[in-house]
């Protein structure tokens, strides 16, 4: 049975840093993982992407130099944000595609975690 568990999200300040955890089981962990994230109202926006199968890491243009995706030898893939914008509180998810090759659109994706908040305040 695929789970994806994530955690590490909370409230900070502009500018501050966090990390995001994705804890993977009942899959092989050669598919992609990615991170997507989802403000009210706003549609699912893809982050970065994973794949232990081609070796290679995606980022969305709004995230890219700051956000950094990475995964353990085990079954967690990490989300590492840099300088983070003020922004609205935002739901991060991570999922799989079950594919060996990243896409960052949601619509390739069928199995969810049921995501971990983040809000960055100014």
């Known amino acids: 049975q695929v789970q994806l568990v994530e955690s590490g999200g909370g409230l900070v300040q502009s500018g501050e840093s966090l990390r995001l955890s994705c804890a993977a089981s009942?899959?092989?962990?050669?598919?992609?993982i990615a991170w997507f994230r989802q403000a009210p109202g706003k549609e699912r926006e893809g982050v970065s992407c994973?794949?232990?199968?081609?070796?290679?890491t995606y980022y969305g243009d709004s995230v890219k130099s700051r956000f950094t995706i990475s995964r353990d030898n085990a079954n967690t893939v990490y989300l590492h944000m840099n300088d983070l914008e003020p922004e609205v509180p935002a739901v991060y998810l991570c999922?799989?595609?079950?594919?060996?090759?990243?896409?960052?659109?949601?619509?390739?994706?069928?199995?969810w975690g049921h995501g971990t908040r983040v809000a960055v305040s100014s």
């Open positions: 999922a799989t595609n079950r594919k060996l090759t990243c896409s960052l659109d949601p619509a390739d994706y069928a199995s």
């Open positions: 009942g899959f092989t962990l050669n598919y992609a």
């Open positions: 994973i794949s232990r199968g081609d070796g290679n």
